[in-house]
């Protein structure tokens, strides 16, 4: 099945709630209106407790607690809420997808999501890195749920976590989930910045502009899947991406230094899945 053909396939593109898609675009515009962004994102019962719980956190330290979704957005700003919109409409978007273990999957994208943050601290970076992180892997939910028999079958001969995943993607489709959740971001009208970092995360050089972020995310991710695939020091260092890596200024130490001490548990995964 050819990309286009996939991403024009209902099976495999989820579609996005109405109320959430109305706030997207309005978060996207050049000039949103907050008005208009919070009466619709209090009709949406989980983002006004999301809200709520950000604007609340300790890390604000208000006298008072913040009791609406217009409140919670004076605290938080709307490129934060633009963030915590587009998790939470592609995270419930896909709940149960055939052939992939989805407490394993949100694991491993939260960890994705704390290593690209944690390697994206000092870069100029224009998106968000924890949300590209959370997110990137979306793409390979997709073609389970367009194609699964030709996943199954993929499945059998590379883990869908190993870092070589989207090579052999490449090799039998000509595409990988790179490619398909750019496309999936593309169709819900998610931010441009976005939707490049997720297109090119699998081949940072390949477009003629170096993008910062997609090499970060390229890190991240490997660093993630090695760790899933339980890679040893030595395969660690053998298959560390070393040309992406330079062009950032890492090192091996360095990206093994900066991985999560505590990786996610099945507990934050299942958050996901409730």
């Not at 913040?66 to 809420?81: F, K, Q, W, Y």
């Not at 090499?215 to 560390?240: D, P, Q």
Request: with cysteine; aromatic share 6%.
């Amino acid at each position: 099945m050819d990309l286009q053909t996939l991403l024009a396939s209902p099976v495999a593109l989820p579609s996005i709630p109405r109320v959430i898609a109305l706030a997207l675009t309005e978060l996207n515009a050049a000039e949103p209106d907050a008005r208009r962004v919070s009466s619709l994102l209090s009709m949406e019962p989980v983002m006004t407790a999301r809200l709520l719980m950000a604007a609340n956190s300790a890390r604000f330290q208000h006298q008072r607690r913040i009791g609406t979704v217009s409140e919670a957005l004076s605290v938080l700003g709307l490129r934060p809420v633009r963030d915590m919109t587009i998790e939470a409409a592609m995270s419930s978007a896909f709940r149960k997808v055939g052939g992939v273990d989805m407490k394993q999957f949100w694991r491993y994208s939260l960890d994705t999501a704390r290593l690209t943050q944690l390697l994206a601290r000092d870069k100029k970076v224009a998106v968000s890195p924890y949300t590209v992180g959370l997110v990137h892997a979306l793409g390979e939910l997709v073609m389970h749920r367009g194609m699964p028999e030709a996943m199954a079958q993929l499945n059998q001969r590379v883990d869908v976590f190993a870092p070589q995943r989207a090579r052999a993607e490449h090799e039998l489709v000509g595409y990988s989930y790179a490619q398909v959740g750019a496309g999936f971001a593309r169709a819900w009208h998610l931010p441009e910045a976005l939707v490049e970092t997720l297109e090119h995360q699998d081949a940072p050089f390949e477009r003629q502009g170096y993008e910062p972020m997609a090499g970060i995310l390229h890190v991240a991710s490997w660093r993630c899947r090695a760790h899933e695939m339980g890679y040893t020091e030595r395969k660690l260092a053998v298959s560390f991406p070393d040309k992406t890596a330079l062009a950032l200024g890492l090192d091996v130490d360095v990206v093994l230094a900066h991985a999560p001490v505590d990786w996610a548990s099945s507990q934050e995964a299942q958050l996901f899945l409730d």
